[in-house]
Nanobody
Framework: QVQLVASVGGMVQAGGSLRLPCVVSGRTFSRSALGWFRRAPGKEREYGAAISRSGVIPDYVDSVKGRFTISRDNAKNTVYLQMDSLKPEDTAVYYC?????????????????????WGQGTQVTVSS
């Protein structure tokens, strides 16, 4: 059984930084593209970022581009989301996800249906 476990998020002031790790077990980690989604209060869950199997190709939604960095450590079966210059509108529950789609150098499309396995979600709160 595939499991994705994200550590507890946190609370930070606007302009601050936070790093979210997510450990993937039960699957060959290197065969999965990995992504981060988020659900803000009162809104639908939305795509945030993804990284290819090789770790070479990242992708970001415009609202986080230049502030967030996705990376992966295949030796530790862990995907990270480094979040800098945080804004109050980044407040959300963050979900890591793994996809069978994509290749070494391509990213799955940005829809939720591309992702096969999901973490439990972790709360990130940014205060103004």
């Amino acid at each position: 059984q595939v499991q994705l476990v994200a550590s507890v998020g946190g609370m930070v002031q606007a302009g601050g930084s936070l790093r979210l790790p997510c450990v993937v077990s039960g699957r060959t980690f290197s065969r999965s593209a990995l992504g981060w989604f988020r659900r803000a209060p009162g809104k639908e869950r939305e795509y945030g970022a993804a990284i290819s199997r090789s770790g070479v190709i990242p992708d970001y939604v415009d609202s986080v581009k230049g502030r967030f960095t996705i990376s992966r450590d295949n030796a530790k079966n862990t995907v990270y989301l480094q979040m800098d210059s945080l804004k109050p509108e980044d407040t959300a529950v963050y979900y890591c996800a793994a996809a069978n789609a994509g290749t070494l150098y391509t990213i799955p499309t940005r829809g939720e249906l591309e992702y096969d396995y999901w973490g439990q979600g972790t709360q990130v709160t940014v205060s103004s």
